[in-house]
């Protein structure tokens, strides 16, 4: 089924390419002879893809599995830093201003912390 899929995909390429060839190499107010063959590649074209519809979406997969894993893995990193509460900052006892762990007065009250 796949070198069936992959035959009617080249045929269906060929015969289109062929009609848009004859249409726009034509002279002057000539009919085109083969403009037909789009028409026939057209629906050549559609059965030929969606034989190797598997195939296609396989190999465009592993062109991608990389870069899909890379980015899941930082999206997952992104969420897990957002549900674990900041270590960085803590609060005022005083006034309830938020400071950072490393401050030894509050900035807002002057508060030792």
Same mark, same amino acid.
């Given at each position: @089924?796949r070198?069936?899929?992959i035959l009617? &995909?080249?045929g269906?390429?060929g015969?289109?390419g +062929?009609?848009? #060839?004859?249409?726009f190499?034509?002279q002057? @107010?000539?009919e085109?002879?083969?403009?037909? &063959? ?6 050549m074209? +559609?059965?030929g #893809?969606v034989l190797n519809g598997s195939a296609i ?5 592993n ?17 897990r830093?957002?549900?674990e509460p900041?270590?960085?900052?803590a609060?005022?006892t005083?006034?309830?201003h938020?400071v950072?762990?490393?401050?030894k007065?509050c900035?807002?009250c002057?508060?030792?912390?």
């Open positions: @089924m070198l069936l899929g009617l &995909l080249l269906g390429f015969c289109l +062929f009609s848009i #060839f004859d249409f190499t034509l002057g @107010m000539e085109p002879k083969y403009f037909w &063959l789009g028409f026939v590649g057209m629906p074209i +559609f059965i #893809f979406q396989r190999y465009m997969f062109q991608q599995k990389d870069t899909l894993r890379d980015t899941m893995k930082v999206v997952g990193e992104g969420l830093e957002g549900l900041e270590s960085t900052s609060f005022c005083k006034c309830g938020s950072k762990r490393t401050d007065f900035s807002s002057g508060g030792s912390l």
